[in-house]
DNA sequence: TCAATATAATTGCTATAGCATTTATATGTG
DNA sequence: CACATATAAATGCTATAGCAATTATATTGA
């Protein structure tokens, strides 16, 4: 099979472009897509330990550890200690983060509803899906080696 | 829209998966899955030079220098001077670059057939073509930036 | 021909991914 | 209670992504 058939190659280069072409969008606010990706995600529960947020963003908690330093270094987000596990903090998205995120969202849904101009509504719901399944087994599979 | 439906962080989030399932499999082999993207593309086409393989592995040139330099410290693959010009070099695989290959290949297609397990070979296809056409529009509009 | 411009590759930089280890704090068991 | 074990976060490390700048060499145009 050449490479070019891999599902594997097309699935990390279409991440990878579409990354860039948001990257590109983002630049003049300074801010990447995964500083993006876990702001979003604290706008949208606010409050969690960085534990729980690096399973619901789908990040390892060491890069979370490191983009919520990149997002606290820009104000956009805190960190407040536990009072009942002194070990914990909890991530909060402050009103400059909340501010800059209402900026985005419309510029990703320009960029998303752009790249996905050439297939039918319908089949950008089935490409979620089956892509869905395919991370669902594969997190399946690499439970298997915790 | 909630991030998890976000078309951009599912495409991403499957690509980190795979690559992280794969990686596990390609440990004991001491070759990462980007290293084996770009030996992989060599086996296929032997010669061509550094900017011509980083225009087809979908990588920027800056990276395929540095995979190469990998590639090359483990003897895997190796540049050769164009001497027509001397600014360019060709890349080679050698024969335990291409002997290793020989010995993933199987293991790729074992994983990319296991995270395939729960849709059919057509919704296979269907996963594809979409991703490669989201793709191309995404290449489109990233033109537009150059 | 020679000076301006373009190009191939490299290098330096910042950010991210992920692993192993460390540090601080909790928890659980004798 | 004391000690072993578990856990949250941070740190150190290597590899990768991508941008900007550099270096060496080609090409182009006056």
Redesign the interface.
Known sequence: ???D??????????????????A?RFAAFDLT?EQW?VL??LC?QDGTSQKDLAVR??KDQTNITRILDQLERKKLAERRTNPDDRRSFYAFVTDAGRDLQGRLVPI??E??A??????TEQ??T???E??????????E??QH?E
Chains 1, 2 share one sequence.
Not at 114 to 119: A, F, G, K, L, R
Request: aromatic residues 4%; glycine residues 6%; hydrophobic residues 40%.
């Open positions: 099979m050449r490479q058939d891999s599902i594997g190659f097309i699935i990390n280069q279409a991440g990878r472009r579409l990354s860039q072409l948001l590109i897509t990706s979003s995600r949208e963003v789908g990703e849904q960029v998303l752009s790249v996905t101009e050439e297939i089949q950008a089935i490409l979620k089956l892509l869905i399944r395919l991370t669902n087994k594969t997190n599979l690499l080696y």
